[in-house]
């Protein structure tokens, strides 16, 4: 096991965190039926596999790739189908019980291994990974910086750092209220595209990263973990092709920007 000094204990209100862990879990079952979060139509299949293929560094043989907060494990399978040696973890049991399961369903010789796991990785030995690739999470953490340390820990040297995310910016009070209304509506209508409620309120300064409104935060958080050649690039496309999925008052509320910031180790 790998040597690790003690890590800064972060503020955080401690009982809204392990709701925030559970609400999780509730909302696994739905999850892959939300537009932005599962996969909707081959356009979107392609489209995500044509992302990776290029984020992803040419190697002869397959990399072994960790997909930290895999949740229903659509980054795990995706490179997996790549035919990479893929990890995926996840401190949600019930998000790695539909993620394993979709896998088989999907195919019996993909390349994935479950994990419970914290996203600071204490299971995982340090330098065992060419890849270490995170969809939709660091946004949702109290301590962006220092778990983007640990990852770098678990990746070999020239090792590579892939996060996705969308921007969440604060939004104009007529779109927020438009939104509000298409997550009353969104149940009721039977599209079931939002599972904002389910989650605790947990307060903006314990969530860093929730607010950003470019990739830059997320950009200068990895450069501070000690990243190199780190940069940012918009996904606009990634949004098009997951417009159809979208209900027409989300299109109207929504904005999402999607993002990529990739650094090396
Ligand atoms: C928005 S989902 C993203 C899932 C997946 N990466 C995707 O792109 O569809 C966030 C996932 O991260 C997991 N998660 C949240 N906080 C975590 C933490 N501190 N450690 C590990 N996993 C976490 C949740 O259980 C959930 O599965």
Redesign the pocket.
């Known amino acids: 096991m790998s040597h690790r000094t003690t890590r800064r204990a972060p503020s955080v209100s401690q009982d809204l965190w392990p709701a925030?862990?559970t609400a999780?879990?509730e909302s696994?079952e739905g999850?892959d039926s939300l537009f932005g979060?599962g996969i909707h139509s081959e356009a979107e299949h392609s489209t995500w596999l044509l992302l990776l293929r290029r984020l992803l560094p040419a190697q002869e043989k397959p990399l072994r790739i960790l997909?930290?907060?895999?949740?229903?494990g659509?980054?795990a399978i995706l490179a997996a189908e790549l035919g990479h040696t893929v990890t995926a973890?996840?401190?949600?049991e019930t998000?790695l019980e539909v993620a394993s399961r979709k896998a088989e369903k999907f195919a019996t010789d993909l390349d994935i291994s479950f994990i419970l796991?914290?996203?600071m990785l204490g299971e995982i030995e340090d330098g065992q990974f060419d890849v270490v690739i995170?969809?939709?999470?660091l946004w949702?953490?109290p301590y962006p910086e220092e778990v983007l340390r640990r990852w770098k820990e678990v990746c070999r040297p020239n090792g590579k750092i892939i996060v996705?995310d969308q921007l969440r910016p604060r939004v104009h009070p007529v779109r927020q209220g438009i939104r509000e209304l298409a997550d009353l509506l969104n149940p009721l209508i039977g599209s079931g595209d939002s599972h904002d409620g389910v989650f605790p309120k947990i307060p903006l300064h314990e969530q860093p990263l929730k607010r950003a409104t470019s990739p830059l935060p997320i950009a200068n958080a990895m450069r501070r973990a000690g990243l190199n050649r780190v940069q940012g690039e918009r996904l606009p496309w990634i949004d098009l092709v997951e417009r159809p999925a979208m209900p027409r008052l989300e299109r109207w509320a929504r904005r999402w920007n999607r993002y990529v910031v990739e650094g090396w180790v």
């Open positions: 925030f862990r999780w879990g696994a999850y979060h997909d930290v907060g895999t949740g229903t659509m980054i973890a996840d401190y949600s998000m796991s914290d996203a995170c969809r939709h999470l949702a953490l996705i």
